[in-house]
């Protein structure tokens, strides 16, 4: 390859290739929006009093048993799927089920209600002062912003070469 092609290939190329497929794969894209979103709802939980608000803890008992059991179980069986078939996109899907048991385990809530609401509202930021946690945040934000313009411009080129 020439170095001008090189070149041309740099963070952005790669960034966009590794989420998006250069705007052809609308559910890496989507699968991307959602690891993002979980990574960003257990930071705003261990650095905002408020989020613990929307935290429903459920007692230890047979029905939070139950939901772990069905959620290991569910991990296993796609794990196991994923290394036969080995497909990146079911890998992608495998690592955001695995941060979906980090976020049950770190903050304890069975119900998702934090998440939810920030799946709901994924570009609220609240500032409890600027630090560390607001850089992460934006950054974040805007990474999901980015996505979630490659998100649409992947499903307007799905109609297209349908056509």
Do not use: C
Not at 43 to 52: D, G, H, M, N, V
Not at 79 to 92: A, E, K, N, T
Not at 125 to 142: M, P, R
């Amino acid at each position: 390859m020439s170095e001008a092609v090189l070149q041309k290939k740099g963070f952005l190329y790669n960034f966009d290739k590794y989420t998006s497929k250069n705007g052809t794969d609308w559910y890496l894209a989507l699968t991307w929006i959602f690891i993002l979103e979980i990574i960003s709802s257990i930071i705003e939980f261990y650095y905002l009093p408020t989020a613990r608000e929307y935290v429903i803890h459920i007692q230890k008992g047979i029905l939070k048993e139950l939901l772990i059991a069905g959620f290991v179980s569910f991990f296993v069986w796609h794990f196991v799927y994923s290394v036969i078939q080995m497909r990146r996109q079911q890998f992608l899907f495998l690592v955001m089920y695995f941060l979906l048991g980090i976020y049950f385990y770190l903050t304890d809530d069975v119900t998702f209600n934090l998440l939810f609401h920030n799946i709901i509202n994924p570009f609220e930021l609240e500032f409890n002062k600027f630090g560390l946690y607001t850089i992460v945040q934006i950054v974040i934000k805007l990474v999901m912003l980015y996505l979630i313009v490659r998100f649409f411009q992947s499903i307007k080129n799905r109609k297209k070469d349908k056509q």
